[in-house]
């Protein structure tokens, strides 16, 4: 009877695991000839290196269709995008939910976390304010993308981008910075112009008629990864599909600041590191301890005079660098000439000078001028009174001035406004540069008054002050006539951008503070009088 029950176990346990091993191989044959099937119709199938594309010279005759994710980024982490959606767009309550539900995120696959981070971050976010895709998100993003990667889109007749991101989260890099023809995104569901945090599964039909007009219209080369043939239908149409493999991503150089098409000279938002999960977890952690530096910053620089304040300030971690040229003329009151960095920059060259002195701002908020321990006054942007009112104030001691008229983030300087040239006969150029490891003391879309504290809790923020030659305005002007005495003071206003530009590295630009606004805004940075100021 033992033996044959053993017998009978044994074959149970014999077609049971032949059972099964020829299910799956059942499965095995099934899922190929479904991959073979929705193929078919292409004229040449293979699965080529990416490293095959470097070297061909025929890319200009085909239609591109690249992953966003999976070929043009080098890292595949999407975390970091949605917490700069959550912190910037949603607020910090948003942004520690996120945090709090990454690990749940990881476990329950890609599509599903894809999902629940959507949910997280764009649940309840007004569509029409949402400008994160464009005044924050690109800089990121455009410091993710593999060089190489790039350079061979650009050598493709049309370019498309496939992405499994919401469209409006990856629209504006790609085609504002980036150049690419074709965007192809997830669209997010609305209810009365709030986002509901859902998406809408993707649909090609129309991309495919607007990508079979003109050039490169036959055939198409899909870019992706191995473990993404199958995500997108835009694949399926592809005459040849390259893979990219994550030994090919991590080779791949950062695309330099001076090759992109377009260069990123404005971008707003408050985080100013790469927010991936650990670095979130250390900025939230850190916010507490930064909220109390800032503070007591604050009342130092306040309560005490330049000599004690500026000692007890650096014991904090402030770092303040100050140079000037060996030979300065020192008269009783000087005007000083300064880029714009953040709101602190006048108050940085009166600790740099350990003197009093004024500073005229176009617009600065209640908070920030009651907490200012100098003098600020504000102007109205009307010439004759603006003009009127530095003399006035240049007249009772030294005067700073932003010609720039907003604050400017990357190595770049604004046009000039040339009213200071009217001011006296000599000018002093101050070149003014920061460097934050953790926030963004300026903004164009939040709170300007918490501009000041959100720069001092930063854990070691550093400032550089350089006093540069004398400029004289007498030296541009060889006759009396209007027209030409017109001309000089914008000759003057460029001399000084110049120079600062010169002693930086920054490049001088025509772009103004309508401009900025506009684009990180949506308004022209004017606000009435009784609300706080941009």
Not at 318 to 335: C, E, V
Not at 378 to 387: C, E, V
Not at 402 to 419: A, D, I, K
Not at 501 to 513: M, P, V
Request: charged share 20%; net charge positive; glycine share 6%.
């Amino acid at each position: 009877m033992a033996k044959l029950f053993r017998a009978f176990f044994f074959k149970s346990f014999f077609f049971f695991w032949y059972r099964f091993l020829f299910r799956q191989f059942k499965n095995l044959i099934r899922f190929y000839r479904t991959i073979s099937n929705s193929f078919s119709g292409a004229t040449q199938f293979r699965y080529p290196k990416f490293s095959s594309l470097l070297h061909r010279s025929d890319l200009n005759d085909h239609t591109l269709v690249f992953d966003v994710e999976n070929a043009l980024l080098r890292s595949s982490s999407l975390f970091p995008y949605f917490m700069l959606v959550a912190f910037e767009a949603g607020g910090l309550l948003r942004a520690i939910v996120l945090v709090l539900l990454y690990p749940f995120v990881c476990v329950v696959g890609s599509e599903m976390g894809l999902k629940i981070m959507v949910m997280t971050c764009f649940l309840g976010i007004k569509a029409s304010s949402f400008r994160v895709g464009r005044s924050v998100l690109p800089k990121f993003l455009l410091e993710d993308v593999g060089a190489e990667m790039f350079e061979t889109l650009k050598k493709g007749g049309k370019q498309v981008g496939v992405s499994r991101l919401p469209r409006v989260m990856v629209e504006s890099f790609l085609r504002e910075y980036l150049e690419i023809d074709f965007v192809v995104g997830r669209e997010l569901k609305m209810f009365c112009g709030y986002y509901l945090g859902l998406m809408d599964n993707n649909k090609t039909a129309h991309v495919l008629d607007l990508v079979k007009e003109g050039k490169g219209c036959s055939d198409m080369i899909g870019i992706t990864s191995h473990n993404n043939l199958r995500d997108h239908e835009l694949f399926s149409h592809c005459k040849e599909v390259v893979v990219v493999s994550e030994g090919d991503k991590r080779s791949w150089q950062k695309l330099g600041r001076e090759r992109y098409p377009r260069p990123l000279i404005f971008h707003d938002g408050r985080l100013a590191l790469r927010p991936t999960p650990m670095d979130s977890i250390a900025i939230l952690m850190w916010l507490p301890y930064g909220i109390i530096l800032s503070v007591i910053r604050i009342i130092l620089a306040v309560s005490l005079p330049f000599n004690m304040a500026t000692p007890l300030l650096v014991t904090t971690g402030l770092r303040l660098t100050t140079s000037a040229p060996t030979r300065s003329h020192h008269k009783n009151n000087n005007l000083y000439v300064c880029n714009h960095r953040t709101l602190l920059d006048p108050l940085y060259i009166s600790f740099s000078l350990q003197r009093n002195l004024s500073a005229v701002t176009y617009s600065l908020s209640r908070m920030s001028e009651v907490l200012s321990p100098i003098k600020t006054v504000r102007l109205t942007r009307n010439r004759d009174k603006d003009a009127k009112t530095m003399k006035h104030l240049l007249g009772q001691g030294d005067l700073v001035v932003c010609p720039e008229g907003t604050t400017c983030r990357e190595p770049y300087l604004l046009r000039f406004s040339p009213l200071f040239s009217e001011m006296c006969d000599e000018i002093v150029p101050v070149a003014i540069d920061t460097h934050v490891t953790m926030f963004h003391g300026t903004t164009a879309g939040g709170f300007k008054c918490l501009d000041p504290f959100f720069f001092l809790m930063n854990p070691s923020p550093v400032y550089t002050v350089q006093l540069l030659h004398h400029v004289f305005p007498s030296h541009f002007s060889h006759t009396t006539t209007t027209h030409v005495d017109q001309d000089s003071k914008f000759q003057v206003a460029n001399q000084v951008q110049s120079q600062i530009g010169t002693a930086l590295g920054f490049n001088c630009t025509r772009l103004t503070r309508k401009d900025k606004y506009l684009m990180l805004a949506g308004n022209e940075g004017t606000v009435a009088s009784k609300n706080n100021s941009q």
